[in-house]
């Protein structure tokens, strides 16, 4: 299936089971058909297996709902593509957001709780969420400000602010998170592997897994992929909480309160951009709301989404770091109590962020796929060229991964850097250079006070990581 030409300056692309990103790719050359990965046979998150796209009648119940929420959907050009889908129910819209927040960022949060201490971080937690929630709330306000424009996505919103420039920061910031969490995947990978097999360096286990993550690489349909984005994350957090049973139930001796920090404020900024990254699903705010059928109920449903993400994170991450304090490792599954159960989990853990690596890199194959360089008539040539590319990529993240084989520290720094911008700064940014002529004086000294507060954030979680990182942090993964 083919949409021939874009009728406007973006496309929505797939958005991965993390979360979470809804890009809107580079702008195609004029008059240039879609990339042979036909959309059509693409899925995403954002529109449901009622889209026209796939001639399917919407859900008739709650149960068929439920069904297709395991079955994510479709995605296609952006202002046609929504303006034609069926709006989804609020139980749809609220599955797809906890689906874009819930992600494998839960595995690095009890070592965020041990960096940030338990009461601190149990105190800054919910006033992290309460930010995101403000800024999701602004952004899709100035979104719905510029609607007359055609804006249905993030970078739509960054393009409407300051024009071509505008957009094309917005979508570099979420091209780079996605980027950042292909590498995480990869250092989960090796550091596990290195775990069960000291004796091989996890860079070697890197590039022994390099020319599998290049095979799938290859594939230019996620139709068969896109339904484990759902079962991966139910995956992670049964072997979590088979993991937390487990380890509750063997332990012998009672905990030790003494070895636990209540505050640490030294390394405090390396758990802000942890928990940045875990709270990241900015980018599909857009989407979602543009295909509710009640979009006024959306802000009610997303404060209700960041509670519960709220209450799950804060579970896992300070549970998990009461039951084994100082000796927290900057993995989790190195905490696992040794056997037979520990090894399913880690494989199965392990599989799900390989899948994952494919689904959260597409839409970054198809935002160069489109760049005009790529001269996108269909044929031989353009395949060439677009599967070179996608290897290219694929080892760019690998060298990256290799460069800083530190699970924890990697997340802090995509969480830091493109997380903060996505989730702190961008949002006011865009909120008052669109509506600064209709705001209150209150809401302009909001706009500001927080793009001031991401500033400081960007600068200070970035450059303590980037700290952390040259001293060696924890070394290879734990």
Same mark, same amino acid.
């Given at each position: 299936?083919?949409?021939?030409?874009?009728?406007?300056?973006?496309?929505?692309?797939?958005?991965?089971?993390?979360?979470?990103?809804?890009?809107?790719?580079?702008?195609?050359?004029?008059?240039?058909?879609?990339?042979?990965?036909?959309?059509?046979?693409?899925?995403? +998150?954002?529109?449901?297996?009622?889209?026209?796209?796939?001639?399917?009648?919407?859900?008739? %119940?709650?149960?068929?709902?439920?069904?297709?929420?395991?079955?994510?959907?479709?995605?296609?050009?952006?202002?046609?593509?929504? !303006?034609?889908?069926?709006?989804?129910?609020? &139980?749809?819209? *609220?599955?797809?957001?906890?689906?874009?927040?819930?992600?494998?960022?839960?595995?690095?949060?009890?070592?965020?709780?041990?960096? #940030?201490?338990?009461?601190?971080?149990?105190?800054?937690?919910?006033?992290?969420?309460?930010?995101?929630?403000?800024?999701?709330?602004?952004?899709?306000?100035?979104?719905?400000? $510029?609607?007359?424009?055609?804006?249905?996505?993030?970078?739509?919103?960054?393009?409407?602010?300051? #024009?071509?420039?505008?957009?094309?920061?917005?979508?570099?910031?979420?091209? %780079?998170?996605?980027?950042? $969490? $292909?590498?995480?995947?990869?250092?989960?990978?090796?550091?596990?592997?290195?775990?069960?097999?000291?004796?091989?360096? #996890?860079?070697?286990?890197?590039?022994?897994?390099?020319?599998?993550?290049?095979?799938?690489?290859?594939?230019?349909?996620?139709?068969? =992929?896109?339904?484990?984005?759902?079962? !991966?994350?139910? =995956?992670?957090?049964?072997?979590?909480?088979?993991?937390?049973?487990?380890?509750?139930?063997? +332990?012998?001796?009672?905990?030790? *309160?003494?070895?636990?920090?209540?505050?640490? *404020?030294?390394?405090?900024?390396?758990? &802000?951009?942890?928990?940045?990254?875990?709270?990241?699903?900015? #980018?599909?705010?857009?989407?979602?709301?543009?295909?509710?059928?009640?979009?006024?109920?959306?802000?009610?449903?997303?404060?209700?989404?960041?509670?519960?993400?709220?209450?799950?994170?804060?579970?896992?991450?300070?549970?998990?770091?009461?039951?084994?304090?100082?000796?927290?490792?900057?993995?989790?599954?190195?905490?696992?109590?040794?056997?037979?159960?520990?090894?399913?989990?880690?494989?199965? &853990?392990?599989?799900?962020?390989?899948?994952?690596?494919?689904?959260?890199?597409?839409?970054?194959?198809?935002?160069?796929?489109?760049?005009?360089?790529?001269?996108?008539?269909?044929?031989?040539?353009?395949?060439?060229?677009?599967?070179?590319?996608?290897?290219?990529?694929?080892?760019?993240? !690998?060298?990256?991964?290799?460069?800083?084989?530190?699970?924890?520290? &990697?997340?802090?720094?995509?969480?830091? /850097?493109?997380?903060?911008?996505?989730?702190?700064?961008?949002?006011?940014?865009?909120?008052?250079?669109?509506?600064? +002529? /209709?705001?209150?004086?209150?809401?302009?000294?909001?706009?500001?006070?927080?793009?001031?507060?991401?500033?400081?954030?960007?600068?200070? $979680?970035?450059?303590?990581?980037?700290?952390?990182?040259?001293?060696?942090?924890?070394?290879?993964?734990?």
């Amino acid at each position: 299936m083919s949409y021939g030409t874009v009728p406007s300056d973006e496309v929505i692309t797939i958005v991965s089971p993390e979360m979470k990103i809804a890009i809107a790719s580079v702008p195609p050359a004029d008059d240039a058909p879609m990339s042979p990965a036909s959309y059509g046979d693409v899925s995403g +998150k954002i529109y449901g297996d009622d889209s026209p796209l796939l001639n399917n009648p919407s859900p008739e %119940s709650a149960a068929e709902e439920a069904t297709a929420l395991i079955n994510p959907p479709i995605i296609g050009s952006a202002a046609a593509a929504i !303006a034609a889908t069926p709006k989804s129910s609020n &139980f749809r819209a *609220w599955g797809n957001m906890m689906k874009s927040f819930i992600g494998s960022g839960v595995l690095g949060l009890p070592f965020a709780f041990k960096l #940030g201490g338990l009461v601190a971080a149990l105190a800054v937690f919910p006033l992290i969420c309460c930010i995101c929630a403000y800024t999701m709330f602004i952004l899709v306000d100035a979104k719905r400000f $510029c609607a007359d424009r055609g804006v249905c996505t993030y970078g739509g919103v960054g393009r409407a602010a300051f #024009g071509r420039v505008g957009g094309i920061i917005v979508n570099t910031a979420l091209l %780079s998170y996605q980027i950042g $969490c $292909c590498c995480t995947y990869q250092i989960f990978i090796s550091s596990n592997m290195n775990m069960f097999v000291p004796s091989i360096d #996890g860079r070697i286990w890197i590039a022994i897994f390099l020319t599998a993550f290049i095979v799938v690489a290859m594939n230019r349909s996620l139709k068969f =992929l896109a339904p484990f984005s759902l079962v !991966a994350n139910l =995956l992670i957090f049964g072997g979590l909480t088979i993991f937390l049973i487990s380890s509750i139930v063997t +332990k012998e001796t009672p905990i030790d *309160w003494h070895d636990i920090s209540l505050f640490n *404020w030294a390394q405090f900024p390396l758990f &802000f951009g942890i928990t940045i990254y875990a709270f990241e699903g900015t #980018g599909l705010v857009i989407p979602i709301e543009a295909t509710m059928k009640t979009p006024m109920k959306y802000k009610s449903l997303l404060a209700s989404v960041l509670a519960t993400v709220c209450a799950i994170y804060m579970l896992f991450g300070g549970l998990l770091y009461v039951l084994f304090g100082s000796q927290t490792n900057r993995i989790i599954s190195r905490n696992f109590p040794d056997g037979p159960l520990k090894v399913i989990v880690v494989i199965i &853990f392990m599989i799900c962020l390989f899948v994952t690596y494919q689904l959260m890199i597409f839409p970054v194959f198809e935002a160069f796929d489109r760049m005009r360089w790529m001269k996108r008539p269909a044929g031989w040539k353009f395949k060439v060229k677009s599967c070179v590319m996608r290897a290219c990529l694929v080892v760019v993240t !690998a060298l990256l991964a290799a460069l800083i084989p530190d699970f924890a520290a &990697f997340v802090s720094l995509v969480g830091a /850097s493109a997380g903060t911008c996505i989730s702190f700064l961008f949002p006011p940014l865009l909120h008052y250079k669109i509506m600064r +002529k /209709s705001l209150p004086l209150w809401r302009k000294v909001a706009d500001w006070a927080l793009m001031g507060f991401s500033l400081v954030v960007l600068c200070l $979680c970035t450059g303590t990581t980037i700290v952390d990182i040259i001293e060696g942090g924890g070394g290879e993964g734990g």
